[in-house]
């Protein structure tokens, strides 16, 4: 049976920014789904310990005051996911996550920042994976496409309904909808077992990193630097 009609388990984020070197968790959710429906849904409040900016409280609707007053310390959350995850992940169960590079990065800096042991450190020392990352790979197999790529727009391209947009638990489910939805449509994608198709978005991750750090330079960001490491950056703040 082909990986989309397997166990997979979606994973989001929502947090306090957009710069996952620096963001803080503010809710998280991790879903367990077969075939396509959910059988297990795990979910957190994190108190991140610093004020959450108006513009990411008017996304996600936690605010500072509701995150401090019920929210649990951002250390347990942070450890409780990552345990989580890697214990997924040492059955061979695929994460699926839409832009998993700014989750898995944001999780990773906040284990750091915890003085926490690394996604990696869990799983003895092996490389973290596999990770399926829906984004990733619908911009390699439908390069051209015009209009955005948010989830939500993404979800409308593939006939995925998205039940909330911006509440992690209804954004882990949609990613894995989406992500068997493009299997469905692309055979190429299908055929692959999970550690090939984790491998094949490193590459593909790569190659549009080259070509929008490209685009930018042209564009006058003579200086612009674009990550090009999937499915975490490797520029990871120090603990502090």
């Not at 108190?47 to 649990?72: K, L, V, Y």
């Not at 490193?202 to 990193?209: C, V």
Request: net charge negative; charged share 25%; proline share 6%.
């Amino acid at each position: 049976m082909a990986w989309h009609g397997e166990p997979l388990v979606g994973f989001d984020l929502e947090t306090t920014g957009t710069e996952p070197l620096e963001a803080r968790i503010v809710t998280a959710a991790i879903v367990g789904v077969r075939p396509g429906e959910p059988v297990r849904r795990l979910g957190w409040l994190a108190d991140p310990g610093i004020r959450i900016p108006a513009q990411a409280s008017a996304i996600h609707g936690i605010s500072s005051e509701r995150a401090t007053a019920d929210g649990r310390p951002a250390r347990d959350v942070a450890d409780e996911i990552a345990q989580t995850l890697t214990g997924y992940w040492a059955q061979g169960v695929p994460i699926v996550a839409y832009n998993a590079a700014f989750d898995l990065t944001l999780l990773t800096a906040e284990l750091q920042r915890h003085g926490l042991p690394s996604l990696s450190a869990r799983l003895g020392g092996r490389e973290i994976g596999p990770v399926i990352d829906p984004y990733t790979i619908d911009r390699a197999v439908d390069r051209y496409r015009k209009g955005k790529r948010t989830l939500e727009a993404v979800c409308t391209e593939y006939g995925v309904v998205l039940e909330s947009a911006h509440d992690a638990s209804a954004d882990a489910l949609a990613a894995v909808r989406v992500a068997c939805a493009i299997a469905e449509r692309h055979e190429a994608v299908a055929a692959l077992t999970p550690a090939e198709l984790h491998e094949r978005q490193i590459s593909w991750y790569a190659e549009w990193a080259t070509d929008f750090q490209r685009f930018l330079r042209r564009k006058g960001s003579a200086d612009a630097v674009v990550d090009a490491s999937w499915p975490v950056r490797e520029r990871v703040p120090s603990a502090g």
